[in-house]
Nanobody, 129 residues
Framework: QVQLVESGGGLVQPGGSLRLSCAAS????????IGWFRQAPGNEREGVSC????????WYTDSVKARFTISRDNAENVVYLQMNSLKPEDAALYYC??????????????????????WGQGTQVIVSS
């Protein structure tokens, strides 16, 4: 079964850190660029960060630049999102998905999109004191 499984979310105080993991099963994650997305209640799902299949290119939405870092370990079939200096507005359900391996797409008006036709369960991030 081909799927991506997100983990690592939780409750953290403002200014705290979390590291999210995106693990693949049933396919080789190393063949795909991977994006992290998030959706807060009442909001549309938005792209947060992307990394190319070989790890050479990354992208971040403006609101998380200098605070979040995306990385990948293709040998372990995992992509990470290190989130530092978390703010209440970062609270959301976070998802990962394969995205086009084209940085020009990530920066476009449309932004990154899920190449698969479904989403995983996501991992919940709560930022609250």
């Amino acid at each position: 079964q081909v799927q991506l499984v997100e983990s690592g979310g939780g409750l953290v105080q403002p200014g705290g850190s979390l590291r999210l993991s995106c693990a693949a099963s049933g396919f080789n994650l190393g063949y795909y660029a991977i994006g992290w997305f998030r959706q807060a209640p009442g909001n549309e799902r938005e792209g947060v960060s992307c990394i190319s299949a070989n790890g050479d290119s990354t992208w971040y939405t403006d609101s998380v630049k200098a605070r979040f870092t995306i990385s990948r370990d293709n040998a372990e079939n995992v992509v990470y999102l290190q989130m530092n200096s978390l703010k209440p507005e970062d609270a959301a359900l976070y998802y990962c998905a394969p995205v086009p391996d084209r940085p020009s797409n990530w920066n476009s008006e449309r932004g990154p999109y899920n190449l698969f036709h479904s989403w995983g369960q996501g991992t919940q991030v709560i930022v609250s004191s």
